[in-house]
């Protein structure tokens, strides 16, 4: 069993940054993949970044590409999400997860754990 708790959500301004963490309970944090989802109102949940269990490959959508970074912390059983250059189109309520699943990218399908999210809003 794994519990996930997210912090670090808010409101920022557009082109301004935040950085997400969420912690892990258990021991077995490094036997998992971590990702991040976000779901804006009205829409699915959507995968955002990923980070394989040793944190050698790291995986991210299109739309965050380039601007946003996830790293993690075995020995904290901590997953980080450096967020910069926000966009409004960034607000949603993003959500650590934790899957074993041997896919590059995700879907909420092979997700195991979630975390109850954190609220990010990005004003214009």
């Known amino acids: 069993q794994v519990q996930l708790v997210e912090s670090g959500g808010g409101l920022v301004q557009a082109g301004g940054s935040l950085s997400l963490s969420c912690a892990a309970s258990g021991r077995t944090f490094s036997k998992y993949n971590m990702d991040w989802f976000r779901q804006a109102p009205g829409k699915e949940r959507e995968f955002v970044a990923a980070?394989?269990?040793?944190?050698?490959?790291?995986f991210y959508a299109n739309s965050v590409k380039g601007r946003f970074t996830i790293s993690r912390d075995n020995a904290k059983n901590t997953v980080y999400l450096q967020m910069n250059s926000l966009k409004p189109e960034d607000t949603a309520v993003y959500y650590c997860?934790?899957?074993?699943?041997?896919?590059?990218?995700?879907?909420?399908?092979?997700?195991?754990?979630w975390g109850k999210g954190t609220l990010v809003t990005v004003s214009s």
């Open positions: 997860a934790a899957e074993a699943s041997v896919k590059m990218v995700p879907t909420t399908r092979e997700v195991d754990y």
């Open positions: 980070i394989s269990r040793s944190g050698g490959w790291r």
